[in-house]
């Protein structure tokens, strides 16, 4: 049964959570690591890298302070396009715990990113992902536009989506914030 998620920017706080989230979803800690730099790198964006915590899960403790709802974790860090540099946001890591996937908290929490980085006036958002999943927020195949991995990437799974159509969409490679160590 899907859950009524509350998404938000990350807090201070919720940086031991998000790891924790992103430890348990993946097999090995890299995802986690790549989050933890991309937080100390220039890439970072405040206000989009987003969790989604469900209300009432876990039980209350003495401590509000201690209580962690995380289920989810999506986030939005700075790339460029082209030779040109022109900016855009990388997608990723995403990530939920295993207990809660299928039931909307990733979804939510991508959601609620592409919303606040449209507030904020980026145009283009890149993810490399699952071709089943990423087109239902309206990502589509980024060679459409020209753009490309500067890795080997399936057509289908580098997918780009347009959050303002007035502004021209770059074509090029993909040049990625250092953490990613491509």
Do not use: K
Request: charged share 20%.
């Amino acid at each position: 049964m899907p859950h009524a998620w509350i998404t938000r920017p990350e807090t201070g706080r919720d940086i031991p959570s998000i790891r924790e989230v992103a430890l348990a979803a993946f097999p090995t800690p890299l995802e986690a690591d790549l989050i933890d730099a991309l937080r100390e790198d220039p890439a970072w964006i405040p206000g989009l890298s987003i969790v989604a915590e469900q209300p009432g899960e876990p039980a209350a403790p003495a401590n509000p302070e201690d209580l962690t709802l995380i289920a989810g974790h999506a986030l939005f860090t700075r790339c460029h396009v082209g030779e040109d540099r022109a900016p855009a946001l990388a997608l990723g890591p995403c990530s939920v715990l295993p207990r809660h996937q299928r039931q909307g908290a990733g979804s939510s929490a991508i959601s609620a990113g592409l919303r606040a980085a449209a507030a904020m006036g980026e145009s283009l958002v890149l993810v490399l992902g699952h071709p089943a999943y990423y087109p239902r927020f309206g990502f589509r195949r980024a060679s459409a536009y020209g753009i490309r991995a500067p890795f080997e990437a399936t057509d289908e799974a580098m997918m780009a989506l347009v959050l303002d159509d007035t502004r021209p969409v770059p074509g090029g490679v993909i040049a990625y914030p250092a953490p990613f160590g491509v």
